[in-house]
């Protein structure tokens, strides 16, 4: 069975940083696009980053872009999102997510909160 | 960054009547390798999102076959043929051709 957990969520102040991880089991990460994902409370969905399978290959939305930093250590079957400067446009539920745009089946966490606020 | 409207962003549907929901991009969605990466969603509410569509009209696997999408180019529609309880949720739009991928702003299904 396919999971992904997410964890590292949490309260940070403005201008703090997080590291969110995404533990993947069920299949062979190595082998797979992944991407964060996240949705503002009460709002719609953002596609925040994603990265190659063998991370050699990273793409973000312009609003992340230089803050965040995405990556993955395929021998822990693991996705990172590394957040750093922080703002409170960046609170939202933050999924990790094995997208495909195409046949493969798609999977997603349960997500894992962010706030920023002071 | 290509824009997707969704049109109505609230749809009161009596229940085992037909939901339609439209999706259009700024742009065309067909890419180099004459896909059109349109992609449709659910998100129960509490839940995280689970995609139905695919490549505008592809099912995913264990989706009902009351759902379907058509479209092509730029213009695009989910519907469903008869709406069940289980379908309460918000539906979103999403375009994988351009990066970056960008969703529309969600539609609200309800049961009147």
């Known amino acids: 069975e396919v999971q992904l957990v997410e964890s590292g969520g949490g309260l940070v102040q403005p201008g703090g940083s997080l590291r969110l991880s995404c533990a993947a089991s069920g299949f062979t990460f190595s082998s797979y696009w992944m991407s964060w994902v996240r949705q503002a409370p009460g709002k719609g969905l953002e596609w925040v980053a994603n990265?190659?399978?063998?991370?050699?290959?990273?793409n973000y939305v312009d609003s992340v872009k230089g803050r965040f930093t995405i990556s993955r250590d395929n021998a822990k079957n693991s996705l990172y999102l590394q957040m750093n400067s922080l703002r409170a446009e960046d609170t939202a539920m933050y999924y990790c997510?094995?997208?495909?745009?195409?046949?493969?089946?798609?999977?997603w966490g349960q997500g894992t909160l962010v706030i920023v606020s002071s | 960054d290509v824009v997707m409207t969704q049109s109505p962003l609230s749809l009161p549907v009596t229940l085992g009547q037909p939901a339609s929901i439209s999706c259009r991009s700024s742009q065309s969605l067909v890419y180099s390798d004459e896909n059109t990466y349109l992609i449709w969603f659910q998100q129960r509410p509490g839940q995280s999102p689970r995609r139905l569509i695919y490549e505008v009209s592809n099912r995913d696997s264990g989706v009902p076959d009351r759902f379907s999408g058509s479209g092509s180019g730029s213009d695009f529609t989910l519907k469903i043929s008869r709406v069940e309880a289980e379908d309460v949720g918000v539906y979103y739009c999403?375009?994988?051709?351009?990066?970056?991928?960008?969703f529309g702003q969600g539609t609200k299904v309800e049961i009147k």
């Open positions: 997510t094995r997208f495909s745009r195409g046949s493969l089946s798609n999977y």
């Open positions: 999403m375009q994988g051709t351009h990066w970056p991928w960008t």
């Open positions: 990265i190659k399978q063998d991370g050699s290959e990273k």
